[in-house]
C-alpha cells in the first residue's frame, strides 16, 4: 500500500455561512492541492467535507496519515465516538441526533469503499505546520472566491433589473401608456 500524507482544513466566513474547505495531498515527491466551497455551512461541516474530498482523491488503497487541526475530526477517531455514534443509533451521549451525520456516514463510507488504512492526526492551529498553514489559506481562499462570484452576481442581476426596467418604459411610452 501506498504511504499517502493528507492534510486537511475547514472554515468558514460567520458560523453558520459561506464554506470553504482544502486538502493538500503528499505521496513522494507529489503534492495535490484541493479546494472548494459551499454557500450556507458551518466550520465543522467544512472540516469533515475536506477530509471526504482528500480522502476521495486517491486512485488506489492507500495507508493515509490525515492530518487536521480540527479537534471534532480527529477525537471522532481516535477517541471512539464514531464506534459509539453507531452502536446508539447515531445518537451522542446526551441521547441527541449526532450533528453532520450525513457527512460522518459518507467519510466512513469513502474509507471503507476506497479500501484506505486512516490513522488521523491532530496539529495545533494556525502554528509552524506549513501544510496545514496553506490549508487554511487554500479554504480561506475558497470562500472569497465564492463571495466575489456572489457579489458579481448580485451586480449583473441589478444591471439587468435596470436594463429591464429601462426597456418596460420605453415599451409603455411607445404604447402610450
Known amino acids: 500500500m501506498k504511504e499517502v500524507s493528507i492534510y486537511t482544513d475547514g472554515a468558514c466566513s460567520r458560523n453558520p ?3 470553504g474547505w482544502a486538502s493538500i495531498i503528499r505521496y513522494g515527491s507529489h503534492v495535490k492541492e484541493m479546494s472548494g466551497h459551499v454557500p450556507g455551512t458551518t466550520n465543522n461541516r467544512m472540516e469533515l467535507m475536506a477530509a471526504i474530498e482528500g480522502l476521495a482523491a486517491l486512485k488506489e488503497p492507500c495507508k493515509v496519515t490525515l492530518s487536521s487541526d480540527s479537534t471534532y475530526l480527529v477525537n471522532a477517531f481516535q477517541k471512539g465516538w464514531l464506534d459509539n455514534w453507531q452502536v446508539n443509533g447515531w445518537k451522542n451521549a446526551a441521547k441527541q441526533p ?8 459518507i467519510l466512513l463510507l469513502t474509507i471503507k469503499k476506497k479500501k484506505h488504512d486512516v ?9 509552524d505546520d506549513a501544510d496545514n498553514n496553506r490549508c487554511d489559506a487554500l479554504a480561506k481562499a475558497a470562500i472569497q472566491a465564492y463571495v466575489e462570484s456572489e457579489e458579481k452576481a448580485k451586480i449583473l442581476f441589478e444591471e439587468v433589473m435596470v436594463d429591464q426596467g429601462i426597456a418596460a418604459a420605453n415599451q409603455d411610452e411607445k404604447a402610450g401608456r
Do not use: C
Open 98 to 105: 449526532v450533528e453532520n451525520q450525513d457527512l460522518w456516514i
Open 17 to 19: 455561512g459561506p464554506g
Open 119 to 127: 490513522v488521523f492526526r491532530k496539529v495545533s492551529a494556525h502554528s
